[in-house]
Every structure is written in C-alpha cells, then in structure tokens.
C-alpha cells in the first residue's frame, strides 16, 4: 500500500499551530509504528523553507510548486495543480489532506481530515475575500467526494454530517493527543522559568491560543477582569503568535476593563517555554466558542494544570470531569468559575488529580494505528 500523506503544512506559518502540531505528532507515530506493508510518501514546497528535523517514516518526496502566499498556495489554485501532481497516483494508493487540500480529479483513494468548520461558522470574517471564499467552497465541495472524512472529535463529525452533507459512515472520529516534545517540568521549576522569562508573579492564569473571533478574547479578558477583583497577586499570560491576528487582542484589551498592566502578553514561545507556562499556571481559561477538538485543555490536563472553560461539545469530550465548564450561554458564568476556583485549595487540588487519567486516554500511537486500519480499509 502506498500512501501519499500532505505534510506541506510543516513548512508554511502552520507549522507551529494546530494543523501543523497535528501533521508532525501523526507523521513521528507512523514513524514509530514503522508498518512493513506501507510505502511513504510526503508531499512538500519545492519553493518554501524546509521543514525542521523531525521523527518522520521512512519516505520519498512529491515537490510541488505554488505562490509563496499561503491562502493562493493552499486554497484557490491548489486542487487543479494536485490533479495534475497526483495523477499518476492509481489504485491501491490513499492520498491523506490534513487541511483542505484534495485534488479536483483523482484516481487514488482520499482521505481528508477536517479540523473544524469554523469558517462556515464566521464567514464574515475567514471568507470575506473572493480567492480565499471561492477556494474554501471548491474544497467543501470536493470534501463530499472524499472516500473518508478524519473529524478528531464526536462534535466535529456531527457538524460534517450536518454542514458539509456528508454520511456518518464515511467519517471516522480518531481523536488527537499530546506530541512526546510536550514535556512539562516540575511545578518549581516552571514557576522559576515564568518568573524569569516574563517577570510573571507566582499566581497566574493561562491562556494559550490564536485571537480570532471563536477564540472570544473577550469573554476571556472579562473572565480574568472578574477573578482579579478578588485576587490582587493575579496575572494573565496570554501565550500565541503575534501576527496578523493580533490586533483582535489588542482591541479587545483596548475596549475591555481588564487591568492591563496585569496581562502579560509573551507571544510564540518554543515548546519547552510553553510546557513550563502550562505546569507553573493556577489554572488554563479557555473562552473559545468552537474547537474542533480541544489540544490546548489537553496539554493542560497533561501539565496537571486545571482547566476552566466553556462547555463546548468538543472540549467537553476531552476535559470530561477533570475540568471546571460552565455554560457558553452565560457570559459571566466563566469568571465566577475561574475566581471560584481560585478561591478554592481543595477544588484545584481535585481537578489536579484527575488531569493525569483524563490526559492518558488520547495518545498519538492510538491515533495512528487508527489512521493506518482507515488507510487500509479504503486500499484493499
């Protein structure tokens, strides 16, 4: 069996957001699981920075060419040139797109993972230019004739099923995990890196994620403006990449009544910085409307850090009970609980001992092998 899997997400600004956590985590699985029956191949940018060193299978490389903008290379030209790239592709092949890159025609079998559907959500603000709006809609439509859809979550799948009019049995729910780089050091030391990286105090809130409207950036500074009326040592650390999204943060903080000398923005911070973050932090607050799966409560859940949120369907099928949700409905039920649970030892201390169980049930060996059995489902 060959399989063609996209990994240009690793090369492009995605690299260190979800779709690209998501391709290296997957890929070093595959590496680890090492299966004698399958040939790899990887498609790449011929014209863009490699990808970092990495844990990847054994594999030969497909180049392709595109224009250097993201949103012309993945989206409006994409599924024309694949068709063309892939088309000595034939039977017993699966090619697998991790984010909305499926050629227009094709011989060998597609497997298309869809990460949420957030754009069909807030077109207002993901679609409001043509070219990005005509290549989400071709690839929507493109995404009906997968042979299977991967949906890392239970609430993902059903919004497929309902938006993209796809039948359940042709979506598979393999949910993600935690990648092996997300070590987290002990409390102590977590609290020392905070404290001398970001002159962050010993008590501080997390928030670690993009500022786009589902993110609720808002209901986020609220949350931590109504919990630090009670807490006067409290800070907020609000950890992501600081491009073109940013200025979604920096109006809500310029139109919020939240304490902005107490908000300490770090931007992108490597993975060691970011285990440390999550490990030294009283709690994660997730204000997001729509996930597609919930990484970030993982990775706190993995830190032993609590997680106080919204309950959302897709992030209340990864923190379970091990988390403090309230419902999205009540814009101000997020900071009671967030200064609820800071008011409260014993409460922390609960949520504390049941992230580790919670954490353990997602693992990427799982998600891979799971991947692998699909792959060869659709090859036979």
């Not at 600004?13 to 040939?39: E, K, M, N």
């Not at 790449?44 to 250097?68: C, G, K, M, N, Y």
């Not at 285990?275 to 993995?302: I, K, M, N, Q």
Request: hydrophobic content about 45%.
């Amino acid at each position: 069996m060959r399989v063609i899997f996209d990994a240009r997400h690793l090369q492009t600004v995605s690299r260190t957001r979800g779709i690209g956590r998501y391709s290296r985590s997957l890929l070093a699985a595959f590496a680890r699981r090492a299966p004698p029956d399958v040939r790899w191949t990887l498609l790449r940018l011929a014209t863009f920075p490699p990808a970092e060193p990495q844990q990847l299978p054994p594999h030969d490389d497909i180049r392709v060419l595109r224009p250097r903008r993201p949103e012309l290379a993945m989206l409006a030209l994409d599924a024309a040139m694949l068709s063309v790239e892939l088309a000595g592709a034939g039977s017993g092949t699966v090619y697998h797109s991790v984010q909305l890159g499926l050629p227009a025609l094709r011989r060998a079998r597609a497997v298309l993972t869809v990460h949420d559907l957030a754009p069909l959500r807030w077109p207002g603000h993901y679609l409001r230019w043509p070219h990005v709006r005509i290549g989400h809609m071709w690839q929507y439509a493109l995404a009906q004739r997968a042979d299977a859809i991967v949906a890392p979550s239970e609430a993902t799948a059903a919004d497929v099923v309902e938006r993209l009019r796809i039948p359940r049995e042709r979506v598979r729910v393999i949910p993600e995990a935690v990648g092996e780089e997300f070590a987290p050091p002990p409390r102590a030391e977590a609290s020392r890196i905070a404290r001398e990286r970001f002159a962050v105090p010993a008590r501080y809130a997390l928030y670690v994620g993009q500022f786009d409207p589902r993110k609720n950036i808002d209901g986020l500074l609220a949350a931590f403006t109504r919990a630090a009326a009670d807490d006067p040592d409290l800070r907020l650390v609000i950890v992501g990449d600081l491009g073109k999204l940013a200025t979604h943060l920096y109006d809500a903080l310029g139109r919020t009544r939240a304490p902005r000398e107490r908000v300490v923005v770090t931007g992108f911070v490597d993975d060691a910085t970011l285990a440390a973050l999550y490990a030294g932090a009283e709690c994660l607050v997730h204000a997001a409307l729509l996930e597609g799966f919930g990484l970030t409560p993982l990775e706190a859940l993995h830190a032993g850090t609590p997680v106080v949120g919204y309950r959302t369907p897709a992030v209340q099928e990864v923190v379970g009970d091990a988390g403090l949700l309230v419902d999205p409905a009540d814009p101000a039920a997020l900071g009671e609980a967030l200064a609820s649970l800071l008011a409260s030892d014993t409460l922390a201390t609960d949520l504390r001992d049941r992230s580790a169980a919670r954490a353990a049930l997602f693992s990427w060996d799982r998600a891979a092998d799971e991947t692998l059995a699909l792959y060869r489902s659709l090859a036979r």
